[in-house]
């Protein structure tokens, strides 16, 4: 770890000494990537020399006591070795989860999908269900959340319902509710009081930029159509509503909740982007292999994450076996628990990885 930290330290002097040259000043991007670059090691070089310090403050306190035949000093010494111990392995702690790998991904806005899958209307009402816990958790931790492009459930809530998150870190908050959310209930419909099982899929997609994604529009196919509400019904004249085809790999992406069919497109393309990205990075992790996927977050939409019990009033997260019997707050948008237990054991895979 130290080898480690010390060239980190020596790449921070670097960096600092490459932001001054007349070349990176005059490159707004590359002088941008460097100062990200130097902020992000600024704050593990600092922890790194204040545990440097208490290691020679150790080192010292050691040799006094070893060395030293003054019982007064030798007092002072012992107190100070004491004194010592816990804020080195407090600052040895910090270092280590600062040398986590970071998802560079984790500060960007979010693309939020709900979509209805097996249970037929009820399956729908969950989607609504859902959309609206996450609605609730952005209102309170400081998120935007606005839909782009939604079709209603023929008894409430949604076939299926795409938005965006915008807010600070929003796509590393969101990013562990991807995969397969299932309820078990007494559904609105069943008149016998049975319990139903029933899903709805969650995906959380980072915003893209087109630096990052460069799309050919030759290969996409712009339509528009005027933009609708419940029952398929019209909600204005125009045709402001936009329907993006990727047509390579077959993607389809609407948007129609502006009334600017140039704000639609700049929306929908914003999305389109964040598919084409989930694709190839799908493509990267089967190169890198299962066994060092995340035990939090494979990736696979596929997977059953979370199960919401009525009749119990339990919520239980399948990834780490972790279950709360509080599922009227969970689903009043109080998930913060949750996501930090994700985020704890997902750390400390990180961590048993670059061990």
């Not at 609730?136 to 959340?145: A, I, Y």
């Not at 959380?204 to 339509?223: C, G, S, T, W, Y």
């Amino acid at each position: 770890m130290l080898d480690r930290l010390e060239r980190m330290k020596e790449r921070f002097q670097e960096v600092g000494q490459l932001m001054v040259q007349p070349d990176a000043m005059a490159d707004m991007k590359k002088f941008t990537e460097l100062s990200k670059e130097y902020a992000d090691l600024e704050k593990v070089v600092e922890v790194y020399d204040a545990y440097t310090k208490v290691l020679d403050d150790i080192k010292q306190a050691k040799n006094i006591l070893e060395n030293e035949k003054e019982p007064e000093f030798r007092e002072m010494a012992k107190m100070e070795w004491e004194e010592l111990k816990p804020e080195r392995d407090r600052l040895e702690e910090e270092l280590k989860k600062m040398l986590i790998p970071k998802d560079p991904n984790d500060s960007k806005n979010a693309v939020l999908e709900i979509r209805a899958g097996t249970g037929g209307d009820e399956a729908a009402i969950f989607a609504g269900d859902l959309f609206k816990m996450y609605q609730r958790f952005c209102d309170k931790n400081g998120l935007n959340l606005t839909v782009l492009d939604l079709t209603f459930g023929t008894a409430g809530g949604y076939k299926e319902i795409i938005s965006t998150v915008t807010g600070k870190n929003a796509y590393g908050t969101l990013k562990y509710e991807s995969g397969v959310h299932r309820v078990q209930r007494v559904p609105q419909t069943e008149t016998q009081g049975r319990v139903h099982t029933s899903a709805a899929t969650v995906a959380v997609l980072p915003e893209i930029d087109d630096v990052e994604v460069e799309i050919d529009m030759n290969d996409v196919r712009k339509d528009t159509y005027c933009s609708s509400g419940p029952g398929g019904q019209s909600v204005n004249t125009t045709y402001s509503a936009v329907r993006l085809t990727h047509e390579p790999t077959g993607l389809v992406v609407t948007c129609q909740d502006q009334k600017s069919q140039i704000k639609n497109f700049d929306k929908a393309l914003r999305v389109l982007r964040s598919r084409l990205y989930e694709i190839e990075l799908a493509k990267q992790n089967e190169e890198v292999g299962a066994q060092r996927r995340s035990i939090v977050r494979s990736g696979d939409r596929s997977d059953k994450i979370r199960t919401y019990n009525y009749p119990q009033g339990r919520v239980t997260d399948h990834r780490i076996n972790y279950t709360v019997h509080n599922l009227p707050n969970i689903m009043n948008g109080e998930i913060e628990d949750l996501i930090e237990n994700l985020q704890i054991a997902e750390n400390a895979s990180k961590l048993d990885e670059t061990a």
